[in-house]
């Protein structure tokens, strides 16, 4: 069945039920939700635009960003996410692996994107602001209401989410509309979501987190969303007490408990405040605990596989892990062998269910590369288990940073800083952030004679990539650590310079 259709059917009967609020004031019931999303299939489909043709979109959070989402859905396409954060050499990549039938842009940065669109075979080059304006909404005000969804199978695929890649290369991975309605409907009941809830989503609508986990099983539950366009402490401190349920990040939580009128009053109405993207310190864990009664549930997932692990609704939410595999979901710890290793022993986290991903777009290669010979997806991250059955994350073998709730590659920054004048070699590492987790560390050789700053190594980086992989600090040695084997020794480095 189409997402869409599956998520309709669950909702219909609470067409007259508010499904979304923003901060402007305006609400938007279940029954503007599916007339919104018809006239989105309808103009998309109206374009000429096939099964499976891919609609990519850059544009900031809004009711209508959602509404483009779940319309590409409803039509039978593709939909690609891109991080608001990419700059022009990222999107560049994007649309021309991905070839997308449309683009959908920020308005103000439509004429910066021409070209690359038209380089790439972008056959519609549309616009979509902040509230609502832009060429794309000029398109779906003549657009039917009415559209009857493209019936697809489990395996078609739904979206397009990009992951970095180790190589500075991202990959695409396909996520098929099996992947999302296994994953909402175990999200629903396993985290007890209904039609009394009131979720606040102050996520980002880029990546699985804000776009799958904290929409996608309040469609299912008839539930409402309170919509923030971005993370604001105060903002959500004063939604709480209209709210049952909150997900975030690490940092939103360490941001809530700097605010003086977190109480517990201010979250008597509260049931659930959900954690993830990112490692959740233990002291935030045992603080959130003991300014508001609450205790934060964290869980893990990724890209290819939405949510794999949650701790209990009922029971102990243990700190310092990610609780137990999700009902449908099987994971083991491994050894180098692929075979299951002993409980206690640290390994890498292999998983499979209904919620893998079907493999990278255009890289058959890396699909069966990261898939076992029985058909575990690895994960690459290290984790271990405890003698109860719960699981502690405990590593990345790919030296991936999570940064802010965002996934952070070093090789791909590495590229940036080793092409600036002056920089013999350079590595980057995660260090450990009161805030956002893990903070971007860059740790610089100089070629003899370079006068390099950090100041101008930073401004550089902040011009060519995203603002999240920009490093935090940046160090200068003599060398870098190396083992016998001559590799980078990056836990040296990631010691010496945390804190």
């Not at 939700?33 to 891919?54: H, I, K, N, Y």
């Not at 690359?116 to 972008?122: G, L, P, W």
């Not at 606040?200 to 309040?218: E, K």
């Not at 508001?292 to 893990?300: A, F």
Request: glycine share 12%; hydrophobic share 40%; net charge negative.
């Amino acid at each position: 069945m189409n997402a869409y259709e599956y998520f309709r059917a669950a909702f219909a009967a609470r067409d007259k039920e508010v499904f979304l609020e923003d901060e402007t004031g305006s609400v938007y019931a279940y029954a503007d939700l599916d007339r919104e999303t018809a006239q989105v299939a309808s103009f998309l489909t109206g374009l000429g635009l096939r099964p499976g043709d891919r609609v990519a979109a850059q544009i900031e959070k809004s009711p209508q960003g959602l509404f483009l989402y779940l319309g590409t859905l409803r039509a039978g396409l593709c939909y690609l996410p891109l991080n608001t954060a990419y700059q022009r050499g990222e999107i560049a990549y994007f649309l021309g692996d991905a070839e997308p039938s449309v683009f959908v842009c920020d308005p103000a940065r439509a004429g910066g994107y021409e070209e690359v669109a038209r380089a790439s075979k972008v056959t519609h080059l549309l616009t979509l602001g902040a509230r609502g304006e832009g060429t794309l909404a000029d398109g779906l005000a003549g657009a039917p209401l009415r559209f009857d969804t493209r019936p697809v199978g489990t395996n078609d695929l739904a979206v397009i989410i990009y992951t970095s890649g180790t190589t500075g290369r991202s990959k695409g991975a396909m996520v098929t509309h099996g992947n999302l309605t296994s994953n909402a409907a175990v999200l629903k009941d396993y985290w007890g979501f209904t039609g009394r809830d009131v979720l606040i989503h102050a996520l980002p609508v880029f990546h699985v987190h804000g776009l799958f986990v904290a929409v996608h099983p309040i469609l299912l539950a008839g539930a409402r969303i309170l919509f923030h366009r971005k993370f604001d402490a105060r903002a959500v401190l004063a939604a709480l007490p209209r709210a049952t349920s909150l997900m975030g990040v690490p940092t939103f939580y360490v941001r809530l408990l700097a605010e003086p009128g977190l109480t517990q009053d201010a979250v008597r109405g509260m049931r659930l405040f959900v954690s993830g993207s990112a490692p959740l310190l233990l002291d935030t864990f045992s603080e959130w605990q003991a300014r508001t009664g609450h205790t934060i549930l964290e869980r893990y997932g990724m890209s290819e596989a939405g949510m794999i692990t949650s701790n209990p609704y009922e029971g102990e939410r243990r700190g310092g892990t990610v609780g137990f595999p999700l009902p449908g979901v099987e994971l083991r710890i491994a050894g180098a062998d692929d075979a299951p290793l002993p409980v206690g022993e640290p390994g890498a986290v292999q998983i499979r269910g209904p919620n893998v991903f079907s493999g990278y777009w255009r890289m058959p290669d890396k699909t069966r590369e990261e898939f076992t010979s029985d058909g575990w997806f690895r994960t690459g991250d290290v984790g271990q288990w405890s003698e109860d059955g719960y699981l502690s994350i405990v590593g990345r073998a790919k030296d991936l940073i999570i940064s802010g709730g965002y996934n952070v590659y070093p090789k791909e920054i590495e590229l940036v800083i080793d092409a600036i004048p002056g920089v013999m070699e350079s590595a980057v590492v995660g260090v450990p952030h009161p805030d956002f987790g893990e903070a971007v560390t860059a740790v610089i050789v100089k070629q003899q004679g370079a006068t390099l700053t950090e100041e101008a190594v930073v401004a550089h980086v902040r011009g060519e990539i995203a603002g999240f992989k920009v490093p935090k600090r940046v160090f200068f040695v003599d060398e870098l650590p190396r083992n016998a084997m001559g590799k980078v020794q990056k836990a040296l480095l990631r010691d010496k310079f945390s804190g």
